[in-house]
């Protein structure tokens, strides 16, 4: 067999063994993806609280850090000025963004078995209620 002819047998054996590397690590990944799916459609589901103003003020948000719920009880209304009933409802907020954050860092942590992003790192979704808080918060200055 001339040099060229091993060269080409080399290269053949090389490109099957690397295909079938290719393919298991496409069906792993495939698996990966699956696991990853279900978590998130579980989390879409999956409520987490956070409370503001002593307890005042209690919100509520899905694994996708999306605001499903604000409690704000008439006793906040009575005690709390506009000022501090909009930084309770920020406050309660957090706490219940950094509770989903913390258990979906969890979660795909144990899916995937890699170590995921420190919650700090990971970067918030802007709040939904922001710009009416300011507007409250504006009001009392008029």
């Known amino acids: 067999m001339s ?3 091993q060269l080409r047998k080399d ?3 090389a490109s099957v063994g690397h295909a079938q ?3 298991e690590s496409a069906a792993e990944a495939a698996q990966k993806l699956d696991a990853v799916n279900n978590v998130l459609r579980d989390l879409r ?3 987490f609280t956070g409370e503001g103003g002593d307890g005042l003020v209690i919100v509520s948000v899905n694994g996708m850090c999306e605001v499903q719920s604000v409690y704000v009880s008439p ?3 009575r005690e709390l000025n506009h000022e501090a009933l909009g930084t309770a409802v920020v ?3 957090g706490r219940a963004r950094a509770t989903a954050l913390e258990q979906v860092t969890q979660k795909m942590q144990e899916t995937t078995g890699e ?3 420190p919650v700090e790192e990971l970067k918030l979704p802007d709040n939904p209620l922001e710009k009416y808080i300011n507007k409250l918060r504006n009001l009392g200055r008029s």
Do not use: G, S, W
Request: hydrophobic residues 50%; proline residues 5%; negative net charge.
């Open 75 to 77: 006793t906040a209304m």
């Open 91 to 93: 406050d309660a907020l």
């Open 21 to 23: 590397d290719v393919a």
């Open 11 to 13: 290269i053949l054996a």
């Open 45 to 47: 589901t999956t409520e």
């Open 115 to 117: 170590r995921p992003v």
């Open 3 to 5: 040099r060229a002819d």
